[in-house]
């Protein structure tokens, strides 16, 4: 089992910038990957970046050169650097926790970030 909880979501205006954390606790030795995703009412969750165990990433092309993902193994922790803001950026952020194998995966309860214009 893998518990995910994230953080840093809040109110911004647009332009502004946001880092989002994403802790990892349980069964961290399992965890190949973890990504951000994103969920804006009304909308399809959208993956946003990932980042594999070895530092490998990923990114989808609606944010990309606006995110940065990394990760500080020794806290099982995962950021999401976000920069320059838009209103239509408003959404619930989940960090999710992908297993090894057969292990599945393991989703935080969000944060939500807001963006005002």
């Known amino acids: 089992q893998v518990h995910v909880v994230e953080s840093g979501g809040g109110l911004v205006q647009a332009g502004g910038s946001l880092r989002l954390s994403c802790a990892a606790s349980?069964?961290?030795?399992?965890?190949?990957?973890m990504a951000w995703y994103r969920q804006a009412p009304g909308k399809q969750r959208q993956m946003i970046a990932e980042?594999?165990?070895?530092?490998?990433?990923d990114y989808s092309y609606f944010m990309r050169g606006r995110v940065t993902i990394s990760q500080d193994k020794a806290k099982n922790t995962v950021y999401l650097q976000m920069n320059n803001l838009k209103s239509e950026d408003t959404a619930v952020y989940y960090c999710a926790a992908k297993g090894k194998g057969t292990m599945g995966d393991y989703w935080g309860q969000g944060t939500l970030v807001t963006v005002s214009s």
């Open positions: 349980g069964s961290t030795d399992n965890i190949k990957a």
């Open positions: 980042i594999t165990d070895s530092g490998a990433t």
